[in-house]
């Protein structure tokens, strides 16, 4: 177990793609990552697409009716399948990413509904995963909080590309760190 009583100095926002949310059927389609300090200043980032087979990709787009929402996004997954890396050389990036940026620190994975990617990790980067805290900072923790206490919605476009998502996700956090200090 990581150490409870570790302070953090730096969060990584992940945002994972991917054709649906069972880790163990479902496939990884895009990563993205940024490593801010806790004001959400940038420090580094990473994006990659992986490369995934079109036909499994496929199956599991047919089997989750959220894709059929999303015709661009899934043409656009789809049609850059090949132009992807192998998972284990986005792995491999991504514990070079957080070595170098978090040392012996044990990185907190933060970002929306984060449970989702870290169960994605676990299951298909184990080598990223043993880097990571057992904490996380999840923004919909949050979003529950203000909808459900305050009556504030956060209004945020979702493209569903994984960097843009982190960008969402990081603002949502820094409007309602305002509004807490409003609120205070």
């Given at each position: 177990m990581k150490d409870k009583n570790m302070i953090?100095?730096?969060?990584?926002?992940?945002?994972l793609e991917m054709?649906?949310?069972?880790?163990?059927?479902?496939?990884?389609?895009?990563?993205?990552?940024?490593?801010?300090?806790f004001d959400c200043n940038p420090i580094a980032s990473y994006q990659a697409r992986i490369k995934q087979s079109k036909e499994v990709v496929i199956d599991r787009m047919k089997?989750?009716?959220?894709?059929?929402?999303?015709p661009k996004n899934r043409?656009?997954?789809?049609?850059?399948l090949d132009n992807g890396i192998d998972l284990d050389?986005?792995?491999?990036?991504?514990?070079?990413?957080?070595?170098?940026h978090f040392g012996a620190e044990p990185a907190i994975l933060a970002g929306n509904s984060i449970h989702s990617d870290r169960a994605f990790i676990k299951a298909h980067w184990p080598k990223l995963d043993s880097r990571l805290h057992y904490r996380m900072l999840d923004v919909s923790s949050f979003k529950i909080l203000m909808q459900g206490k305050y009556k504030y919605v956060f209004e945020k476009d979702s493209n569903h590309r994984a960097f843009d998502d982190i960008q969402a996700s990081i603002a949502e956090l820094q409007d309602y760190i305002k509004r807490f200090k409003e609120i205070a």
């Amino acid at each position: 177990m990581k150490d409870k009583n570790m302070i953090p100095t730096k969060l990584l926002w992940v945002d994972l793609e991917m054709t649906g949310l069972d880790a163990t059927k479902d496939v990884i389609l895009e990563i993205a990552a940024e490593i801010t300090d806790f004001d959400c200043n940038p420090i580094a980032s990473y994006q990659a697409r992986i490369k995934q087979s079109k036909e499994v990709v496929i199956d599991r787009m047919k089997a989750n009716k959220w894709w059929q929402q999303y015709p661009k996004n899934r043409n656009s997954f789809v049609d850059n399948l090949d132009n992807g890396i192998d998972l284990d050389v986005a792995e491999q990036e991504l514990v070079t990413l957080v070595k170098d940026h978090f040392g012996a620190e044990p990185a907190i994975l933060a970002g929306n509904s984060i449970h989702s990617d870290r169960a994605f990790i676990k299951a298909h980067w184990p080598k990223l995963d043993s880097r990571l805290h057992y904490r996380m900072l999840d923004v919909s923790s949050f979003k529950i909080l203000m909808q459900g206490k305050y009556k504030y919605v956060f209004e945020k476009d979702s493209n569903h590309r994984a960097f843009d998502d982190i960008q969402a996700s990081i603002a949502e956090l820094q409007d309602y760190i305002k509004r807490f200090k409003e609120i205070a």
